[in-house]
């Protein structure tokens, strides 16, 4: 035997230990046993109008929300507005400590500038899209003196709400904050009902704030990768201590929904969570009404949408034991609306590869990248800042030619199944068998990926 093959057999034989042991550890770890599969740590989805739990998971565990506190926040200043000692004309002014904390790249900020004022207008834009810390801090100070005094108007809402909460920041930077997705939702809900303009700001797709341009840290919102019909809102969250969280709405026909993810296991995932999440209420709602219930809303189903489209699926990948967002893709009538299980091309730059692309040739490669560290886990750079004319690079490119290469040596191979989701880069789970192995699991409905041996 020479070394050649022998080393073959050898790496062979480590990458299918690698796979079951993996495989096995994800098949020995909890199985959720509700009707949707979703990596968060505690979910819930209510009925805005009854206030019905239609779905729900871990939902009165207390976690950590990291910046969805802002919504607490939120409705602390709408209040204000309320009883008339606050308008959206109003002018904030900001000091120097608050405009030099704005440009810290470790926060969520729009910048803002020592002895300027803004308008509240401005400023409830800059919360409610860029998740701006300085700008709810500096409307905290102005209403209530300091943020210790806006954070004791929050606990006492939530107090008298009978929510299980309690705040220490205004923000959610603190891992000290403490909230369960019920919770969450509840004060989502009393926030859209008592103050529904929230939604004018919640929904918008970018701000111009002092001529920088700035979009919104949800992504399902029109325009974003995970764009989901009626969506228009409403607060995301990451921190390292809660992990990735969101609170989403939509509105569909006249009923709305809004749902809670708290510690989901990556940026992206919250948002495939929180779509299978809605999706089965939406499904349950319409069932309800085809058994005689009052009318609910319309049911997205495949032939209503156009024939190149992706939909969240109960089905888990793993990828270098790192879950990624996962859909199933009914394609064109050239491949029979054949269902394929897809990954984006650009989510794969955070599990081990990457992804560069060639707009002249239409061309995208992706390189297993051995050396590169895994950061599918929550990110941190939830601020977008733009200049006026600049776009989403992503957004240009048509897929046409994916070539896969196992390290930067390798000539690669072209993958079969590529795909064009509104513009961004998608590929079947199948075609990743020339970076390592793939497994799947049809009893659990999961596949396993392993390109590190």
């Excluded at 004018?200 to 989901?228: H, Q, V």
């Excluded at 930067?408 to 079969?416: F, W």
């Amino acid at each position: 035997m020479n070394n050649k093959t022998g080393g073959r057999k050898v790496s062979r034989l480590f990458k299918m230990i690698t796979v079951f042991a993996v495989t096995a550890a994800l098949l020995c770890g909890s199985l959720s046993a509700y009707a949707v599969s979703i990596s968060a740590k505690g979910g819930i989805v209510l009925d805005q109008s009854t206030g019905e739990a239609l779905y729900e998971y871990n939902a009165d565990t207390a976690v950590v929300p990291a910046s969805m506190t802002k919504l607490v926040a939120l409705y602390v200043i709408y209040s204000h507005i309320a009883n008339g000692s606050l308008s959206k004309d109003t002018l904030i002014p900001v000091g120097s400590a608050l405009a030099a904390y704005s440009r810290d790249p470790g926060y969520s900020n729009v910048y803002l500038t020592a002895g300027e004022s803004y308008t509240l207008d401005e400023l409830l834009g800059a919360i409610c899209v860029v998740s701006a810390n300085a700008a709810v801090m500096a409307v905290g100070d102005y209403i209530c003196g300091s943020e210790a005094g806006l954070v004791n108007e929050m606990n006492a809402l939530i107090a008298n709400w009978g929510v299980n909460g309690y705040f220490v920041d205004c923000t959610g930077v603190s891992s000290k904050n403490r909230i369960s997705p019920r919770g969450m939702a509840t004060v989502a809900n009393r926030l859209i009902t008592d103050y529904p303009d929230i939604l004018n700001y919640s929904s918008l797709t970018s701000i111009n704030f002092r001529g920088t341009r700035y979009y919104p840290t949800n992504k399902m919102l029109p325009g974003g990768a995970y764009e989901y019909f009626g969506a228009d809102g409403l607060k995301t969250g990451t921190t390292s201590a809660a992990g990735c969280c969101f609170t989403g709405t939509a509105s569909r026909d006249g009923k709305r929904l809004i749902s809670v993810v708290m510690g989901s296991s990556s940026t992206n995932m919250r948002y495939v969570d929180t779509i299978k999440m809605m999706d089965y209420s939406w499904d349950v709602l319409a069932k309800r009404a085809a058994s005689g219930g009052q009318q609910a809303p319309a049911y997205t189903e495949k032939t209503d949408k156009p024939k190149d489209y992706i939909v969240a699926t109960d089905l888990r990948c793993f990828i270098n034991d790192w879950e990624i967002p996962t859909f199933i893709h009914y394609g064109n009538e050239q491949n029979g609306y054949q269902d394929c299980a897809v990954v984006m091309l650009d989510d794969l730059k955070d599990y081990g590869f990457d992804v560069s692309y060639d707009l002249a040739t239409d061309t995208a490669t992706v390189i297993n990248n051995t050396d590169k560290d895994l950061t599918a886990g929550p990110n941190y750079g939830e601020q977008y800042t733009y200049g006026e004319n600049e776009k989403l690079a992503i957004s240009d490119w048509e897929a046409a030619k994916v070539l896969l290469k196992n390290g930067p040596n390798d000539p690669g191979v072209y993958a079969q199944n590529t795909f064009d989701i509104n513009g961004r880069g998608a590929i079947s789970i199948d075609e990743l068998w020339h970076m390592g192995t793939v497994v799947w699991n049809e009893k659990y409905n999961l596949t396993v990926v392993v390109t590190r041996y």
